[in-house]
């Protein structure tokens, strides 16, 4: 029991980025246990999957056929067989929205602790020390697990697993009880399209939570007016109905990669900067010095929004 | 039909702040109720104005100051709310998913909820797994991220979305019971009026221990052991302007035209 089985992420055909990023931090645990890599890959394409999945570092690919796309009663159910088949030391996710919607449910048939949003992993032979961000990034914990456990990754912690490996693929026979399936997935919709691309844009100013009321956005538009740039924004402003849904940058947003990123008012938190860490220079107006995203961005303003603005609005007009 | 919401009393952190022996200093921080459980409750509280739920009842796990955040809840309409509490949960430094499901899991079996909606994550420690891992402990469906229900839950089914990453989302069928964890901006949260605050005032708010719920007490001992809080490295070469606003924004006018966006 010191293995380790890491489930591949997919959508619509397409294998997911976290599934290359498990596979990296799967060998290192595998290392640090002295154990095996497993992967497994569930409903879908399974067999190219696999080819994709063989990465250095893994040792078998159990492929799984059943249904296309995720089902959380199909891969509750799978993994949970293959598990007790392997009876690995740690079963490692994707903290995607989908691992979200089946990984505590594995965690709890399999009668494991879970630990979700894991942004480092490491094994000293008994222990389990997960790192985790708490109060929105404002904190980084060390939690020890002494169990053999389910643990969740956050995605883009790991770099991707490159190399080709040489696992075996093995087939594995699930039993699935169709009558234990409660839920029915009946299709997808694309939600964030609309007039205005924000993925095109050179140029972006980004509004967040600090602007506090609708109207104060006005100083926003006109910052973006003087600029010729796109307004885009955090979640909060969208969930508020300020702005519409295309216009949100972040991981359930748009992915977007301007030459110039300016937010203002944005915290920084992991799901919204998954949509813009790609973007070429990154500048932050913000009252906290510490927010997460004075981390990533290239230059910044540790001031209040309200009176850099104008200011901005005056020289750049 | 009955609904059951989870409503958290989280901490917020100001910008500056201490740690002190694994935890932020009592005197940064503030409360509120968890954002994503504020969607939830209202969620519950428009299926009753829809004639669909008979009641929404609120569960908290939580000590006493907590009270103030649970009165919200009913203010905002929910009808009746359960905190749990005592000593052995006082002693607790990390309350794992597994504990706060043995927990929730308690006042299910008790309560036997139609819908249970908890909010996706809490904003303080962030696991993102309770809701699924209670609907497993209490052998109810779920559904995870749900930012759209259809409120007419028809023949014993719920008509949900799901929003995954990219601005994409699911629709899926979820039979009852079910638990979904309620995602941020599937409505538009109401503030309390000064009539919800007064009936609130007014409203059943029981109090249940360990023993009560017929718990035992090894249920709060947490696999996870929490061994360091620290504030991140940071790792940024970032360039920080100082000085006043005209300053400021008068170096970032210059940067803007080195780079071509400005006049
Ligand atoms: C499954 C899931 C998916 C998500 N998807 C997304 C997504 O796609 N995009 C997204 O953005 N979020 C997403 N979120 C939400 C995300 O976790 C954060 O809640 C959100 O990004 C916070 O937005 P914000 O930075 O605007 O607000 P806050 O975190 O509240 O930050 C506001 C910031 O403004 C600063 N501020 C306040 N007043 C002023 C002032 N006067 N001047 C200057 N600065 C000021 C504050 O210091 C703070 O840093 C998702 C969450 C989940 C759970």
Known sequence: MTDVLAVADHRRGELRDVSYELITAGHALADDTGGDLHVAVVSGTVDEFAEKCNREGVNVIHTIEYGKEFDHGVYTQAIVQLADELDPQYVLLPNSVNGLDYAPAVASRLDVPIVTDAIGLENDGETLVATREMYGGKVETMTELKEPAVATLRGAEWPAAERTGDATVEAFDVDIDEDALGTTVNGFEEVASGDVDISEADVLVSVGRGIEEEDNLEIIHKLADALGATVSSSRPIVDNGWLPKNRQVGQSGKVVTPDVYIAIGISGAVQHVAGMKGSDTIVAINTDPNAPIIDIADYAIHDDLFDVVPELIELVK | ?263
């Open chain 2, 1 to 263: 039909m009955k609904v059951l919401v989870t409503a958290k009393e989280v901490a917020t952190v100001e910008n500056e702040f201490e740690i002190e022996e694994m935890a932020i200093a009592d005197r940064y921080l503030g409360a509120d109720l968890n954002e994503w459980d504020d969607y939830a409750v209202e969620e519950a509280v428009q299926l009753k104005e829809a004639d669909i739920a008979a009641e929404v009842v609120t569960v908290t796990i939580g000590p006493d100051d907590c009270e103030q955040t649970i009165r919200q809840a009913l203010a905002k309409g929910a009808d009746r709310a359960i905190r749990v509490w005592d000593d052995t949960l006082e002693e607790a430094t990390l309350l794992d998913v597994g504990a706060k499901t043995e927990l929730l899991a308690a006042v299910v079996e008790d309560e036997e909820p139609d819908l249970v909606l908890t909010g996706v994550q809490s904003d303080d420690d962030s696991f993102g797994a309770t809701g699924v891992s209670l609907a497993e402990a209490v052998d109810y469906e779920w559904a995870a991220v749900v930012n759209h229900l259809e409120h007419d839950l028809k023949d014993g089914g719920a008509s949900i979305r799901r929003e995954l990453e990219g601005g994409v989302e699911e629709l899926t069928d979820v039979s009852l019971p079910a638990v979904l964890t309620i995602q941020t901006g599937i409505n538009e949260p109401r503030y309390a009026s000064l009539r919800g605050i007064r009936q609130a005032q007014r409203k059943e708010l029981s109090v249940q221990d360990l023993a009560a719920l017929g718990v035992d007490e090894s249920a709060v001992d947490s696999a996870l052991e929490l061994t360091a809080m620290y504030e991140p490295e940071s790792q940024s070469d970032v360039m920080l302007w100082e000085g006043s606003p005209e300053e400021t924004a008068g170096e970032l006018a210059e940067l803007l035209r080195e780079k071509g966006v400005a006049q």
